[in-house]
Each structure stands twice: as C-alpha cells, then as structure tokens.
C-alpha cells in the first residue's frame, strides 16, 4: 500500500514535469527554443492579410533555419509562416534576400562586399559604405524587434573570415 503511493507521487510528478517542458516556448513544429518578440514588431511584419488574427500578445520568433514557422504563440496556438511575413527572415535557409539591415534595406552580401571590396574591417566604415542602420527604427522592422547592430556585425565578421581563407 506504502509503496503504491510513493510510485503514483512519482508518476504524478513526472506528468507536472512534462508540462513544464511543454509550455517553455519551443516552437510548435521543430521544436526549438524561440526568442520573445513584442506585439509591435509582429504587427508590423505580418502581411495585412492576417493583420487581423495577431491579437495584442506577444510572440516567439523560431529560431529554426530550417523550420516554416516564423511567430507562434503557445497560449492562443496562433502561428505565422514564412508566407505570411513581409520580410524574408535572415537567418533562415531561404531567406532572399538575406538583411543585415533590415531599417536601410542592407543585405548580408552588400556588408560582406564592403569587407572584401572596399576593405571596411570595422563597423563604422561598413555603415558608412552601406548606409546600413542610417534611420534605425528597429522595433519596427527588424524581425527580432532588436538592433540590427549584431547582424551586421555577424556579416562584418563573414567578410573577414573570406579574406583570411
Ligand atoms: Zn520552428
């Protein structure tokens, strides 16, 4: 009887356990951890088409560079493809073409032309070369809702690594 109990205790806490897992915001179809992203930036960047089923929560960005989906929020099971957002999302396998910038329109290539071209090694030249975050308004455009700084920078840092090969 005494050990019948300790296994249901156990059991039972196993299941509380399980859902903890299930609801810490991995994304419904790879399963990955995502990157919160407020309500503002997914208004901004969800075609007009679906405008109207954002809601006012925030979402989670998949990580994924291989899965469909975009946004997603656990709580309402609302989810947004790769389909139904404005702009190609940098880091994931088709994204075309690929922002470093996503405020001044800068793409991975042009910062990367700028290292290996016209020889830029730091930040300051690439932005002066490619115009990239002229008119920051990040929150709005930028997948992430964040600086589009440390993309450009992960670009400067591809160029680089062309040259040293
Ligand atoms: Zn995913």
């Given at each position: 009887?005494?050990?019948?109990?300790?296994?249901?205790?156990?059991?039972?806490?196993?299941?509380?356990?399980?859902n903890k897992i299930k609801k810490n915001n991995t994304c419904?179809?790879?399963?990955?951890?995502?990157?919160?992203?407020?309500?503002?930036?997914?208004?901004?960047?969800?075609?007009?088409e679906f405008m109207g089923k954002i809601g006012n929560e925030d979402y989670y960005l998949c990580m994924d560079e291989?899965?469909?989906?975009?946004y997603y929020?656990?709580?309402?099971?609302?989810i947004f493809s790769?389909?139904?957002?404005?702009?190609?999302?940098?880091?994931?396998?088709?994204?075309?073409?690929?922002?470093?910038?996503?405020c001044s329109k800068v793409t991975e290539e042009e910062v990367i032309n700028a290292v290996v071209k016209d020889g830029a090694t730091i930040m300051?030249?690439?932005?002066k070369i490619t115009g990239a975050m002229s008119e920051p308004n990040c929150q709005n455009n930028n997948p992430l809702g964040q600086c589009c700084h440390k993309i450009v920078q992960e670009?400067?840092?591809?160029?680089?690594a062309i040259l040293n090969q």
């Open positions: 009887m005494g050990k019948e109990f300790i296994k249901k205790s156990c059991s039972s806490n196993r299941i509380m356990i399980t419904p179809l790879c399963g990955r951890m995502g990157k919160m992203v407020k309500n503002v930036t997914v208004k901004h960047l969800i075609t007009d291989n899965c469909d989906i975009v929020d656990l709580n309402s099971g609302i790769k389909q139904q957002v404005k702009v190609p999302i940098w880091f994931k396998d088709d994204a075309n073409p690929k922002y470093a910038c996503y300051s030249q690439v932005l670009a400067i840092n591809k160029g680089l």
